[in-house]
């Protein structure tokens, strides 16, 4: 009986430091009200590594997508506090200013945080001739008239 050798094809690259202990390490940072870029810091990695980490770990992706909700409701929490006095040297521009900047894109319930409002707004101009503008503008004076 012969022996068969498995052989890994080497894909390039060096290996990925990725570890299954970050996913709970995101969360646990996330829910404190860390930044991506505060994990990235945190887990000694770079901003693209941190992306290519959640296309070829979908249980870290899910970790960043629950962990971008825990940090906004952190933040949320600490505004909510603040405005009934219960943070000391609370800044609410700088906490506005985060809030727009980091979770103006969380569309989840509506909930976006952004001073811009969007409206879409769709009106149909129909042409009219003379004779028409004519008649509607004297059915016009004629209502009013009433």
Same mark, same amino acid.
């Given at each position: 009986m012969t022996e068969e050798k498995v052989i890994e094809k080497n894909l390039g690259g060096r290996p990925s430091e990725y570890k299954e202990e970050y996913v709970q390490l995101v969360i646990d940072l996330m829910k404190e009200g860390a930044s991506k870029a505060e994990v990235c810091l945190n887990l000694d990695c770079t901003f693209q590594t941190f992306l290519n980490w959640q296309k070829q770990n979908p249980e870290f992706l899910e970790a960043v997508k629950r962990g971008l909700h825990l940090s906004k409701g952190k933040w949320e929490e600490m505004g909510r506090k603040a405005a009934f006095g219960n943070v000391e040297n609370f800044n609410a521009t700088a906490w506005i200013f985060n809030m727009k900047n980091r979770f103006s894109k969380l569309d989840d319930f509506d909930e976006r945080?952004?001073?811009?409002? *969007? &409206? %879409?707004?769709?009106?149909?101009?129909?042409?009219?001739?003379? =004779? *028409? &503008? %004519?008649?509607?503008?004297?059915?016009?004076?004629?209502?009013? =008239? *009433?």
């Open positions: 945080w952004t001073d811009k409002q *969007e &409206l %879409d707004h769709v009106h149909t101009v129909s042409r009219m001739s003379d =004779a *028409e &503008l %004519d008649a509607r503008i004297e059915a016009l004076k004629n209502a009013s =008239a *009433e």
